[in-house]
T-cell receptor, first 113, second 116 residues
Framework: DQQVKQNSPSLSVQEGRISILNCDYTNSMFDYFLWYKKYPAEGPTFLISISSIKDKNEDGRFTVFLNKSAKHLSLHIVPSQPGDSAVYFCASIRGHNTDKLIFGTGTRLQVFP | DAEITQSPRHKITETGRQVTLACHQTWNHNNMFWYRQDLGHGLRLIHYSYGVQDTNKGEVSDGYSVSRSNTEDLPLTLESAASSQTSVYFC???????????????FGPGTRLTVT
């Protein structure tokens, strides 16, 4: 049972345009969400997070939006750069009684010139 | 600088052999986690530990074991390696929830294991 879903395995975007990566979750008890970025042959690195008490969090070119009623979050990258080409994982946690993250299957983003 | 390291980075072993993958962190984190990454499955939790002498099973724990004798290390052992365990393995650590952390986990560089 996949509690965190990333339905698009890949996304291709032109440099300078917006990249939108989507993530859906099934457990309404999740109250914290994170995005990780992974380059080949490296471990995932934390990118940005959002608490369920917010609907938006911004950090430079990266913005995460949370729609609790739809159980949906998205990561916007504006403007996209070739160095953003990587696999992006969303992750969720029910923070009150566990420190375990539940990861989605990932979306491979390719930013071309 | 604090870091989390894994060794070896690459390992080829034969079916039936016991294999141990090392994970060492200098963040002084209480929490440590082992994941495997497979195409189409993302990162799946194998085992985790919330402190010394504490270990817990994750969603794909069959055939794996861990032990936590100190804060810094969480070795992952494959008791009898199987071809289905060919994968990339990641270790991660984080502060405990009780510390008011952001739940961010710090990952090691990964170990690519091939079971022939």
């Amino acid at each position: 049972d996949q509690q965190v879903k990333q339905n698009s395995p890949s996304l291709s975007v032109q440099e300078g345009r917006i990249s939108i990566l989507n993530c859906d979750y099934t457990n309404s008890m999740f109250d914290y969400f994170l995005w990780y970025k992974k380059y080949p042959a490296e471990g995932p690195t934390f990118l940005i997070s959002i608490s369920s008490i917010k609907d938006k969090n911004e950090d430079g070119r990266f913005t995460v939006f949370l729609n609790k009623s739809a159980k949906h979050l998205s990561l916007h990258i504006v403007p996209s750069q070739p160095g953003d080409s990587a696999v992006y994982f969303c992750a969720s946690i029910r923070g009150h009684n566990t420190d375990k993250l539940i990861f989605g299957t990932g979306t491979r983003l390719q930013v071309f010139p | 600088d604090a870091e989390i390291t894994q060794s070896p980075r690459h390992k080829i072993t034969e079916t039936g052999r016991q294999v141990t993958l090392a994970c060492h962190q200098t963040w002084n984190h209480n929490n440590m986690f082992w994941y495997r990454q497979d195409l189409g499955h993302g990162l799946r939790l194998i085992h985790y530990s919330y402190g010394v002498q504490d270990t817990n099973k994750g969603e794909v724990s069959d055939g794996y074991s861990v032990s936590r004798s100190n804060t810094e290390d969480l070795p992952l052992t494959l008791e009898s390696a199987a071809s289905s365990q060919t994968s990339v393995y990641f270790c991660a650590s984080s502060e405990s929830m009780a510390s008011g952390s952001s739940y961010e986990q710090y990952f090691g560089p990964g170990t690519r294991l091939t079971v022939t």
